[in-house]
């Protein structure tokens, strides 16, 4: 069975840097794309951005261009989302998923990470 | 940008019910419409895909239809289980429509 193991809860600083982790399982990783999804707390889901982790290739939401980095290592199968400078309103709880190349939906979700930014 | 919009945002039901989730994208998105299933504190479960297709081992209560513009998911039968929050999805661009929680 496809897993996506996540990173653990994180309790950050504004302006304090992050990365948090996303692990597949299984020897199919390349052949499929990870997305990540914002959840706040209380409200709905927001798709981030995904990331091929068979080259690296990356596509961002224009809300969240600029403001994160998606990056992947496949010789370790994991997938990472990273922020430079926190801020208080990155508070909420981050999915990854997977889905195949082209128009496919997300069949496999992480357990999510909550990363808490407060001062 | 495509903008998902469901209706109603909330609904309230009982067991055994049936119900129906709208959901209407701004342009034309073909079938490429999924939907989820979210419970608190928990990932969302993929559902529906392709609009109608139902993903294995999802019970075949729930049936999704529509193409273009308008979709909805039907749950046939309510059960005690489906009291949760269901998003569409349109995944060309991945953009969510804003949930509608089910609730008793």
């Known amino acids: 069975e496809v897993q996506l193991v996540q990173s653990g809860a994180e309790v950050k600083k504004p302006g304090e840097s992050l990365r948090i982790s996303c692990q597949g399982s299984g020897n199919s990783f390349t052949n499929y794309w990870i997305s990540w999804v914002r959840q706040m707390p209380g409200k709905g889901l927001e798709w981030m951005g995904r990331i091929d982790p068979s080259n690296s290739y990356t596509y961002y939401s224009p809300s969240f261009q600029g403001h994160v980095t998606l990056s992947s290592d496949k010789s370790i199968t994991t997938a990472y989302l990273q922020w430079t400078s926190l801020e208080a309103s990155d508070t909420a709880m981050y999915y990854c998923?997977?889905?195949?190349?082209?128009?496919?939906?997300?069949?496999?979700w992480g357990p999510g990470t909550m990363v808490i930014v407060s001062s | 940008d495509i903008q998902m919009t469901q209706s109603p945002s909330t609904l309230s039901a009982s067991v055994g019910d049936r119900v129906t989730i709208t959901c209407r994208a701004s342009?034309?998105?073909?079938?490429?419409l999924a939907w989820y299933q979210q419970k608190p504190g928990k990932a969302p479960k993929l559902l529906i895909f392709?609009?109608?297709t139902l993903e294995s081992g999802v019970p075949s209560r729930f049936s999704g239809s529509g193409s273009g513009t308008e979709f909805t998911l039907t749950i046939s039968s309510l059960q005690p289980d489906d009291f949760a929050t269901y998003y569409c999805?349109?995944?060309?661009?991945?953009?969510f429509g804003q949930g509608t929680k089910l609730e008793i």
């Open positions: 342009h034309i998105i073909s079938s490429w």
């Open positions: 392709e609009a109608s």
């Open positions: 999805q349109q995944y060309n661009t991945y953009t």
């Open positions: 998923a997977r889905h195949s190349r082209g128009l496919q939906a997300f069949d496999v």
